[in-house]
T-cell receptor, first 115, second 115 residues
Framework: SQQGEEDPQALSIQEGENATMNCSYKTSINNLQWYRQNSGRGLVHLIL?????REKHSGRLRVTLDTSKKSSSLLITASRAADTASYFC???????????????FGTGTLLAVQP | KAGVTQTPRYLIKTRGQQVTLSCSPI?????VSWYQQTPGQGLQFLFEYFSETQRNKGNFPGRFSGRQFSNSRSEMNVSTLELGDSALYLCASSMLRDTSYNEQFFGPGTRLTVL
């Protein structure tokens, strides 16, 4: 089963605009990660934010985390056609049974950046 | 450093057959996880191995199994294939024992088609 939902399911913008996608999850987490996937290929790790962090930046990416609302957002600024891809949030959940590298993925947002 | 490799990249099988997929993690990574991605169910966690031990298993039938070798390479096997097993199977490797502070690196995936 999936941890949560991503919103919107699909987003179409023009090059140079900003893109914001949201992720909600259900259970307590260790961290939340964002991944990009180009057309049915492997996942590329974008950024990791820990549960005790509220905001993180990496290049044109800005991620926020609100653990009280169990939600996160990914902002891509000054988007480029090459940013066209599916974006997934993934949570590392608290596992009281022991250490784990299991990730639970959201449903994904399909971003199309028009040149 | 070479990335995560998966073989084969594409596979076509018929119902009732069995299949074995292989994953070679990044050198030095001891954790390997497997995920199934389908349009209907999204990204679903299959299982995770660390130092040859299965630490976690997703909600999949017993037809799905896996193992990890002493060199950290991993294989997953699906027996008695069903049409619904058609999917992209992704392998991810991680250096640390616990995903609290570390990212995972994904391979390009194996696209399995069951006819």
């Amino acid at each position: 089963s999936q941890q949560g939902e991503e919103d919107p399911q699909a987003l179409s913008i023009q090059e140079g605009e900003n893109a914001t996608m949201n992720c909600s999850y259900k259970t307590s987490i260790n961290n939340l990660q964002w991944y990009r996937q180009n057309s049915g290929r492997g996942l590329v790790h974008l950024i990791l934010i820990r549960s005790n962090e509220r905001e993180k930046h990496s290049g044109r990416l800005r991620v926020t985390l609100d653990t009280s609302k169990k939600s996160s957002s990914l902002l891509i600024t000054a988007s480029r056609a090459a940013d066209t891809a599916s974006y997934f949030c993934a949570t590392s959940v608290m596992n009281y049974g022991g250490a784990t590298n299991k990730l639970i993925f959201g449903t994904g947002t399909l971003l199309a950046v028009q040149p | 450093k070479a990335g995560v490799t998966q073989t084969p990249r594409y596979l076509i099988k018929t119902r009732g057959q069995q299949v074995t997929l292989s994953c070679s993690p990044i050198s030095g990574h001891r954790s390997v996880s497997w995920y199934q991605q389908t349009p209907g169910q999204g990204l679903q966690f299959l299982f995770e191995y660390f130092s040859e031990t299965q630490r976690n298993k997703g909600n999949f039938p017993g037809r799905f199994s896996g193992r990890q070798f002493s060199n950290s390479r991993s294989e997953m096997n699906v027996s008695t294939l069903e049409l619904g097993d058609s999917a992209l199977y992704l392998c991810a490797s991680s250096m640390l024992r616990d995903t609290s502070y570390n990212e995972q690196f994904f391979g390009p995936g194996t696209r399995l088609t069951v006819l």
